[in-house]
């Protein structure tokens, strides 16, 4: 079993920044993606950023040149830069760990919230 616990999230003024951690911890395979999600209400959760153990990157075009994901291996962290955040970044933002044979995993989310 794996578990996911996001910390990070906030209230920030247009053009500001917050970093979001995501903390795994459980029975994890070394071959993962870990990525971020959101889900702004009436809205379907889509795909913010992933990225995969040996590093390579996929980010929403949404977000692009904005935001940053990152991991540290052997803490079994992702992190997600957010600059020049928008007020429609506004979301519960979820952290998610995939692998081939654990399946996915889905933290408790984190609300982040840009308004002035």
């Known amino acids: 079993q794996v578990q996911l616990v996001e910390s990070g999230g906030g209230l920030v003024q247009p053009g500001g920044s917050l970093r979001l951690s995501c903390a795994a911890s459980?029975?994890?395979?070394?071959?993962?993606?870990m990525g971020w999600y959101r889900q702004a209400p009436g809205k379907q959760r889509e795909g913010v950023a992933t990225i995969t153990s040996g590093g390579s990157t996929n980010y929403a075009d949404s977000v692009k040149g904005r935001f940053s994901i990152s991991r540290d291996n052997a803490k079994n962290t992702v992190y997600l830069q957010m600059n020049s955040l928008k007020p429609e970044d506004t979301a519960v933002y979820y952290c998610?760990?995939?692998?081939?044979?654990?399946?996915?995993?889905w933290g408790q989310g984190t609300q982040v919230t840009v308004s002035s």
């Open positions: 998610n760990l995939w692998s081939q044979l654990g399946g996915s995993q």
């Open positions: 459980g029975n994890i395979f070394s071959i993962n993606t």
